[in-house]
């Protein structure tokens, strides 16, 4: 597989059994990152603004509305054009389209953000796998500390 750069990317294997317990927290922190849930919440977010469009007719034209701020916080307006809406497209930008462009945008980003799922499930599963060996591992070393301090503890006690 070629890199961005045009190098190519290397796939690296640790030993697990070499690394101490803050290098394996670490990791085990990064495979616990759950890009699935992120992917999710940007699909309903897309469904949920394509479905709003639906509601968006001509005859709504002056119509009371509540403009959404934030998550949680709403304004009151009035729909002052039916034909055209303003949408996010990310990282601060917006743009102008018509009502059936802006479905067919919402459309194709919920299609996108449905095959990255699909891409991101099947390497969930090698994440798994490889979580359950660390953790495996983390227990292992934690283990040994546990009974190298036990043994600390007895030595002393016998001085």
């Known amino acids: 597989m070629a890199a961005k750069d045009g190098k190519e990317s290397e796939m690296h294997q640790v030993d697990l059994s070499k690394l101490n317990l803050p290098q394996l927290t670490g990791i085990k922190q990064t495979l616990d990152q759950d890009s699935l849930q992120t992917l999710k919440m940007a699909q309903a977010k897309f469904q949920d603004s394509g479905e709003s469009l639906e509601k968006i007719k001509p005859e709504t034209e002056g119509k009371s509305i509540m403009v959404p701020l934030t998550g949680s916080m709403y304004v009151p307006g009035k729909l002052a054009d039916t034909k055209n809406v303003i949408i996010d497209i990310g990282t601060g930008y917006f743009v102008t389209k018509d009502i059936d462009g802006a479905k067919?945008?919402?459309?194709?980003?919920?299609?996108f953000v449905t095959e990255q799922m699909e891409k991101i499930q099947i390497i969930g599963l090698e994440k798994n796998k490889i979580r359950e060996a660390v953790m495996d591992m983390m227990e292992i070393k934690l283990q040994a500390q546990l009974n190298a301090q036990q043994q600390q503890r007895q030595q002393a006690a016998k001085s």
């Open 104 to 111: 067919d945008y919402f459309k194709r980003k919920v299609n």
